[in-house]
């Protein structure tokens, strides 16, 4: 079993750490009790199907950190392999970071004597031990989302990297845009298989409906220029650490003309190497009414 601690600075960036790596395929659990870990490790290596890799956030809020949280952590490494990630962060981010959240740092509320720059320097005191020990450190001082990913991706496996996973969404302008959609592309504008007898109760996926669609020039036009859109965005998409883009295809019903687009756009990144699926919304709504 891979087993990650991520532990550092509070307001360091642990909880979009944690989600990096849920996006990754851990199982992340935030702030468990270091005294029960041994115990939790051992329940979870007695599962036959409980998740290989394990992500846990340790921090200050951890009232054993000062005191024997290093030892447990180390025992720990004869059974699983244990990683521990330490987040940094420049002073002054960290009180600009308080500061917008308008959040208490967490020794705050159990000394009441402690002002923002006392309880962060008293943390580091707290963590110094644990940040010796790190086998990974990384100061997020600077970092956007995009390149925590990055730099967390560093040290995973590499088969255990997820880039960017594409959804192609097919819907119905007559039954609303879908609400998680990050880009949409209105393909009304193409004959409509609708109108012809032998297609009409079909779907995209059926090679009838993509051959007549894909049969008119303006229909190629138009998915080759929304492939050079993708192509452009896509990097720059990654580059944000966004793990999950959901593009939008309509036409009227969502059954013919966005389905067969969300298809062949899904096959051909596919074959780029991306992780890219095609989803219709409205088909099966469409086709109640056939029946």
Same mark, same amino acid.
Do not use: M, Q
């Given at each position: 079993m891979r087993v990650i601690i991520v532990t550092g600075m509070s307001g360091s960036g642990k909880t979009k750490a944690l989600d990096i790596l849920e996006d990754n395929g851990y199982y992340c659990l935030d702030n468990l009790p270091v005294k029960i870990l041994p115990e939790f490790m051992n329940l979870i290596l007695r599962l036959?199907?409980?998740? %290989?890799?394990v992500c846990i956030t340790v921090d200050v809020r951890n009232t054993e950190m000062s005191d024997g949280a290093l030892s447990t952590l180390e025992s720990l %490494?004869?059974?699983?392999?244990?990683?521990?990630?330490?987040?940094?962060?420049?002073?002054? +981010?960290? +009180?600009?970071?308080?500061? &917008? %959240?308008?959040r208490l740092h967490p020794l705050m509320m =159990?000394? =009441?004597?402690?002002d923002l720059q006392g309880a962060i320097n008293k943390e580091r005191d707290i963590l110094e031990q644990i940040k010796s020990?790190?086998? #990974?450190?990384?100061?997020?001082?600077?970092? =956007?989302?995009?390149?925590?990913k990055e730099k967390i991706n560093e040290f995973l496996p590499e088969n255990e990297k997820h880039g960017l996973s594409i959804s192609f969404t097919a819907f /119905?302008?007559?039954? /609303?845009?879908?609400?998680?959609?990050?880009?949409?592309?209105?393909?009304?504008?193409?004959?409509?298989?609708? #109108?012809?007898?032998?297609?009409?109760?079909?779907? /995209?996926?059926?090679?009838?409906?993509?051959?007549?669609v894909m049969s008119?020039? &303006?229909?190629?036009?138009?998915? &080759?220029?929304?492939i050079a859109y993708l192509d452009s965005a896509i990097p720059m998409y990654n580059r944000e650490g966004r793990s999950q883009l959901v593009v939008g295809l309509g036409c009227t019903g969502g059954q013919h003309r966005s389905l067969t687009f969300a298809i062949l756009l899904a096959e051909h990144y596919k074959e780029k190497g991306l992780m890219a699926s095609a989803f219709a919304r409205d088909s099966e709504r469409n086709m109640k009414k056939y029946l």
């Open positions: 036959d199907d409980f998740s %290989s890799k %490494s004869g059974s699983v392999d244990l990683k521990i990630v330490f987040l940094d962060c420049d002073n002054s +981010v960290l +009180v600009k970071r308080y500061k &917008e %959240s308008r =159990t000394d =009441t004597k402690l020990k790190a086998d #990974y450190i990384i100061d997020t001082s600077l970092l =956007t989302t995009g390149e925590l /119905g302008y007559k039954y /609303g845009i879908p609400a998680d959609c990050d880009i949409v592309f209105d393909v009304r504008c193409l004959p409509n298989p609708f #109108y012809v007898d032998e297609l009409k109760t079909k779907t /995209g996926k059926d090679h009838e409906v993509r051959d007549f008119y020039p &303006e229909s190629r036009e138009l998915l &080759e220029r929304i």
